[in-house]
């Protein structure tokens, strides 16, 4: 997702915006009461991104898009379909399978996807689409009644995973949706932000003592890291200090424990291909920088980035990064080999998307389509920003293209 620029002068709610928060509102208050008068933020963020019919992603509005909150990679232009179809091409020649999209927007991308593949003479035998919003779900399936017949009758809705898949799995933006904890390392431990009301009313952020669970994830990150007191090496046979942080205090940041159950379910069906998962992230050393002090997390309301989660609850998009190391060791954990990883910038370039801007037909065409690489591409823009990570599933030993150029494996 892109966006940024201040918080000031935002255009006002419409009429219906503003009931749709004040039902939203209305939910987290009885929550609030239901839960002794707070929530954690993983909590608030169930509410107010996934509530049935009051969620940011289940209710009706428009999220993507020069109208909506935020731009996801497909809907720039062609471009990044063209080159995903190329690695989709190879797994869909090994599996002679079908392709499942979690999550898949405005259907941009099974758009872009399906006649770049017919182009390649490597169609899926199913394009299924498992999509929670039932309003994006009808944008969807509008924008692709647009396809050729031979391509449109490919594509199916499903409400839950298959049983069974052969081919590919695409997570395109789909991990950093996931509801997340927040943590603060405080004078005598760890503490969880959360929500509750201020002396107003009004919702406000309030630290607690974090669970034994959480806890117990945050130190075992910190371990990893090698915090002062501790030893990093796997061999070691000394006892690790269960207090030790390589964090000031007031250092934030996130971690999201859903992430294994959800890999764990959405891979159970993959009998023989791979997982693509293409998130803005980072490997887990540079996630928990010492430096990094904020953590990730990011709002997106009319195109404006910004940290304030309780800012309009259910009308703006609520993420945080991807832990990239935690994402291989869910997938160890599900029985996935971990294929590959690098920026999307190699991933793209791995995929022929220099190419695709040199066959332009003219050079109108030309100056958009290196337009749209550069967002792509750049290290300002989306091309380090963006990881590409490839777990698979009974292609032992297969060399997939999209890491010819770069393979950041060892940096996990």
Excluded at 25 to 41: I, K, P
Excluded at 60 to 89: H, M, N, W
Excluded at 205 to 211: H, S, V
Excluded at 291 to 309: I, K, S
């Amino acid at each position: 997702m892109t966006g940024g620029g201040p918080l000031s002068n935002l255009p006002p709610l419409s009429p219906e915006e503003a009931r749709h928060e004040l039902a939203v509102r209305a939910a987290v208050d009885a929550a609030l009461a239901e839960q002794g008068g707070w929530l954690s933020l993983e909590q608030y963020l169930r509410i107010v991104l996934y509530a049935p019919g009051l969620g940011y992603y289940s209710a009706g509005s428009i999220k993507l898009g020069r109208e909506g909150d935020f731009v996801t990679a497909p809907e720039l232009g062609a471009l990044y379909g063209r080159a995903l179809a190329r690695q989709c091409a190879q797994l869909l020649a090994l599996t002679d399978g079908s392709i499942l999209e979690l999550g898949a927007g405005t259907g941009a991308l099974a758009m872009t996807l399906l006649p770049a593949l017919q182009a390649l003479g490597q169609l899926p035998q199913r394009y299924e689409i498992l999509e929670v919003s039932a309003d994006l779900q009808s944008r969807q399936r509008a924008r692709l009644a647009a396809l050729p017949a031979p391509l449109r009758e490919r594509v199916h809705w499903i409400a839950r995973p298959p049983e069974a898949l052969r081919g590919v799995c695409l997570a395109n933006e789909v991990a950093d949706a996931l509801p997340f904890h927040r943590f603060v390392v405080g004078e005598q431990g760890y503490l969880e932000r959360g929500v509750t009301h201020g002396a107003d009313g009004t919702l406000v952020e309030a630290d607690r003592p974090a669970g034994a669970e959480l806890s117990a994830q945050i130190q075992r990150i910190a371990q990893g890291l090698g915090a002062p007191g501790t030893s990093a090496a796997p061999d070691s046979s000394a006892a690790p200090d269960s207090t030790a942080t390589p964090w000031e205090r007031g250092y934030t940041s996130e971690i999201c424990l859903l992430l294994p159950a959800w890999l764990r379910s959405i891979s159970a069906p993959l009998v023989c291909g791979a997982l693509l998962l293409i998130d803005y992230g980072l490997a887990r050393h540079e996630y928990y920088h010492v430096q990094r002090t904020h953590g990730t997390l990011r709002c997106h309301f009319r195109h404006r980035a910004h940290e304030d989660v309780l800012l309009h609850p259910g009308l703006q998009d609520i993420t945080a990064w991807v832990d990239f190391t935690r994402v291989a060791e869910a997938g160890a954990e599900a029985g996935l080999e971990l294929a590959g990883y690098c920026t999307q910038a190699a991933f793209l370039l791995a995929n022929g998307i220099e190419q695709d801007v040199a066959d332009a037909q003219d050079v109108a065409q030309r100056t958009r389509l290196a337009a749209e690489a550069r967002r792509l591409l750049l290290p300002g823009e989306m091309g380090e920003i963006f990881k590409v990570m490839a777990l698979t599933r009974g292609l032992s030993g297969t060399v997939l293209r999209s890491f010819a150029y770069q393979d950041l494996r060892r940096t996990l």
